[in-house]
């Protein structure tokens, strides 16, 4: 440790430890020694497996966040949740679905709990209001529950503080799976491109690429065509 680094003191599961400032939780925790075996994940704010509730001394508000952005601070109590439990609800997306409002209630009845509290807004990491969400899903406007929810991380952090016991992320789920596959017009070259894929088109090349040797792999890859942010290939 730099002689100049400050520690400050963190608790995490009921332990104090010192860490220097200016670290993530994430990075702290390592720093401390423990080795993550999940809720890690992408360790860029992008998967939501780090998700971490705590409390800062002085503050008698409950803190949320992911563990691989939220900067430890003095006096900070930590616990990690990296999988917060949720029901298990199997459903298909496909054009038996006549009246979706109705799938809807019957795949998340507790979804008409919401009492428009608000707590699951101040739990998200990504600034998002769930609660505007599920109001948009349960008046039906597909594309603006869709829209609402789009960057939703599947952290759960929105259900640990929700009052009536909503699973606002799995909502959101089956809000963007629907209106993606059966009311979103899809882009022509997507649909091209799908039925390709269907029609096995690339399998020999995906079977020549599995057996290509790591030198050539990296040749290829140094000589692909790719397009640049000024419009123009390369």
Known sequence: ??????????????????????????????????????????????????????????????????????????GMTL?????????????????KITDPSQVLLRLFPAIQKCVGCGACARACPQNLRPIDYVA????????????????????????ARCTGELVPHSIAMFVRRYYAKLVRIKPQYLVDRSNEIKSGKFVPGVK????????????????????NVDGNKH
């Open 1 to 74: 440790m730099n002689v100049e680094e400050k520690l400050i003191p963190i608790y995490y599961l009921g332990q104090r430890y010192d860490v220097p400032a200016g670290l993530t939780i994430m990075t702290a925790l390592e720093w401390l020694g423990y080795v993550y075996t999940h809720g890690c994940g992408c360790r860029g704010g992008a998967c939501g497996a780090c998700s971490t509730m705590y409390r800062v001394g002085g503050d008698y508000k409950l803190h949320a966040g992911l563990a691989c952005q939220t900067m430890v601070v003095p």
């Open 79 to 95: 616990v990690q949740i990296p999988y917060y439990p949720r029901p298990v609800t199997k459903y298909s997306i496909d054009e």
């Open 136 to 159: 948009a899903a349960l008046r039906g406007q597909w594309q603006a529950a869709a829209d609402l929810s789009f960057d939703c991380l599947m952290c759960g952090l929105c259900a």
């Open 208 to 227: 020549q690429l599995a057996t290509t040797s790591l030198e050539e792999l990296r040749r290829l890859y140094d000589a692909r065509s790719f397009e």
